[in-house]
């Protein structure tokens, strides 16, 4: 498995053409307190690029953007009533949607987590 | 009925001051009145008025949606519940009050001239359903306020019916949709810098399009570049903010709407700023298509819960054969007469239709017309002059103790925007919102505009002294430096306010949104 992370702080751990997509710490600590998760249907097809979940904190509505192209195969439903787990742990409980990649080569323009740590660091 | 708040929930007291209901045997603290929700109050039975019993049989009219038992209405007098309501004001904070610095919300004062005008009886007790005959001077008036807004915005024609700014915006994509479509040239794509009022890209997806952003420039104007990069044959409008969110004029406007235009788009302009520029910039030379003014906002009608808002959108040429109906115009008879959809069809065939029952908010209407026509055309001037004099003020005397993103760029408009940059580890922007409430103030807008980090938009507006202004600028210089200093009570302000500092989070992630059960 390897997680590929996005310039819009969204993360995708791949396994297989199975990829788990979520924010990453960085983002809910900007985002504050996260109040309540829009997610997408399953079985939805997804364009990467494209916002199939928004993230509303005490702050702001944010978009989340699905760093491949494919179909929603499942979402974390625990986040319905603890929308908080996307607080205390942003990337593993935390999780957002499932979606089987249609297209493994949108990965190679992803950061691996070297590369975004030093992206987030200059911000 | 009568059961207490069933959550049990109330939000904490003062520091340093026990819970009342142990301090004083009323539970109220001096002339701090606690005030149950009025459900609680009262007794079943009690009515403030007598009403007589009712005579002969009930008809059956109402088959099986008759009320079978009474309704559950708190049982008071007529003082005890003027006595609710006068405890609630109280604990409310109102332009009235004190100054109410919410940047892109233009709060100032509501003159009391407008209020004596707007309670005239012939324009407060009329009907919209009135012949009108019966109304000629209030359609007069009508048409002299749309007159003024024309000439002020250098447009050619004015939809008076939208009821507030986002209903404007509305107004003025269904104005583009109907133009597009009326040649055969549908269109997909709205794009919103993200300078933009919110309100934008909710408005364009709700008229049917999609929405693409456009980038901000470091300068935090619109990307002109990445702008006119998108601009293709499906792009149907442009919607910016003039004055920005930033509290910028978008000085590329003129060559925004050119490269618009060039590609058959259309510009819309969020009018929700024009007192920073009104009787400076006319929108129309701009090559603006349709702006909405917020009458509550430049004009000074009442709003914030003082009043229902109002958003006429003024239309270039090309827009305004799809203006929607009802509409006043002087005929070549020279008599005022109404174009509603029985004289359409030859008056006026191109309309896209309707967006409210009547002629619009009329009430703000006499306000609105009220104010321009007390301050006259020099009068408005001084309004944009003032209201931006006032916003720089503030800049300038605390841009040495807080971070102003733009501040190297020049004056500001109407409003001054900090962020939180440079507070200290641990303090944010709702410190310094919370500790104003401390201060007597109402706070700023907070976290918004999105593109600067830990937002502080202020907007004094023109009507703020500079007594008080260096007031509230002191204050706001004295939360700066207890952040600069540490000070850990700055962290849980407000201290003095009714109420200590609220968990939003709790009131969003599980609301209590009854009173019982």
């Known amino acids: 498995m390897t997680t590929y992370y996005t310039q819009d702080h969204e993360w995708i751990e791949v396994d297989g053409d199975l990829g788990t997509v979520g924010i990453t710490d960085y983002a809910q600590g900007q985002l504050g307190d996260i109040t309540y998760v829009d997610l997408p249907e399953v079985g939805a097809p997804v364009a990467k690029g494209a916002a199939p979940c928004v993230v509303d904190s005490v702050k702001a509505a944010s978009d989340v953007f699905s760093p491949v192209s494919g179909t929603i195969v499942a979402v974390n439903e625990t986040l319905a009533d603890a929308p908080e787990l996307v607080n205390t742990d942003p990337e593993t409980g935390g999780w957002l949607f499932r979606v089987t990649l249609s297209d493994p080569a949108e990965l190679t323009g992803l950061m691996d987590k070297a590369a975004y740590e030093a992206f987030v660091k200059d911000l | 009925m009568n059961a207490p708040n069933p959550s049990g929930w109330r939000p904490a007291m003062g520091d340093g001051v026990q819970d009342p209901a142990q301090l004083t045997a009323s539970g109220d603290r001096g002339l701090m009145l606690e005030e149950p929700l009025i459900f609680e109050l009262g007794r079943p039975g009690t009515c403030g008025v007598d009403f007589d019993e009712p005579a002969g049989e009930m008809l059956p009219g109402l088959a099986r949606f008759a009320r079978k038992a009474a309704p559950a209405l708190p049982g008071l007098t007529e003082p005890e519940t003027v006595r609710h309501y006068t405890r609630l004001s109280r604990q409310n904070y109102a332009i009235d009050l004190g100054p109410f610095p919410l940047g892109s919300c233009t709060m100032k004062h509501n003159p009391r001239l407008n209020e004596k005008v707007a309670r005239l009886p012939g324009f407060a007790d009329i009907h919209p359903l009135q012949p009108q005959q019966t109304v000629p001077g209030a359609i007069a008036a009508i048409v002299e306020l749309a007159d003024w807004l024309v000439t002020l915005t250098g447009m050619d024609a004015v939809a008076m019916t939208p009821k507030a700014g986002a209903h404007g915006e509305l107004c003025g994509l269904l104005c583009i949709r109907a133009a597009l479509e009326a040649r055969g040239d549908a269109r997909a794509v709205i794009l919103v810098p993200e300078s933009a009022h919110g309100t934008n890209p909710a408005t364009a997806a709700f008229a049917g399009y999609r929405v693409e952003n456009i980038p901000a420039t470091a300068d935090g104007r619109v990307d002109l570049a990445a702008l006119t990069a998108r601009l293709e044959p499906d792009v149907a409008a442009v919607m910016i903010t003039n004055p920005n969110t930033c509290g910028l004029f978008e000085r590329d406007m003129k060559r925004i709407a050119d490269a618009v235009h060039a590609v058959g788009g259309f510009v819309y302009c969020d009018g929700a700023n024009f007192n920073a520029i009104v009787g400076k910039v006319r929108p129309g030379d701009l090559g603006v298509d349709a702006m909405h003014i917020n009458l509550h906002k430049t004009f000074s009608t009442p709003h914030g819960g003082g009043g229902p808002g109002s958003g006429p959108v003024v239309l270039s040429a090309a827009l305004a054969p799809f203006a ?149 600028i002191a204050a706001m210089r004295s939360l700066a430096v207890r952040a600069q200093g540490g000070d850990p009570s700055l962290k849980s302000a407000p201290h003095l306010a009714p109420r200590r500092r609220l968990d939003e989070t709790l009131a969003a992630r599980k609301p209590v949104l009854t009173y019982a059960g």
């Open chain 2, 324 to 472: 929607p109906l009802p509409f006043a115009q002087v005929g070549s008879d020279g008599v005022l007469r109404l174009i509603e959809e029985e004289d359409a069809l030859t008056a006026h065939p191109h309309s896209f239709g309707r967006m409210a029952a009547f002629h619009g908010q009329m009430g703000m209407f006499t306000r609105a017309l009220t104010y321009i026509l007390s301050h006259g055309a020099d009068g408005l001037r001084q309004v944009a002059e003032d209201a931006v004099l006032n916003a720089n003020y503030v800049l300038r005397s605390l841009d040495d103790a807080l971070d102003a993103p733009f501040g190297e760029a020049g004056p500001c408009m109407h409003e001054a925007l900090f962020s939180d940059d440079g507070l200290p580890e641990g303090f944010t922007t709702l410190d310094i919102a919370k500790g104003l409430i401390d201060e007597g103030f109402h706070p700023m807008t907070v976290y918004f505009p999105l593109v600067v980090h830990g937002a502080m938009l202020i907007e004094p507006t023109e009507t703020e002294s500079k007594a008080g202004l260096d007031r509230f």
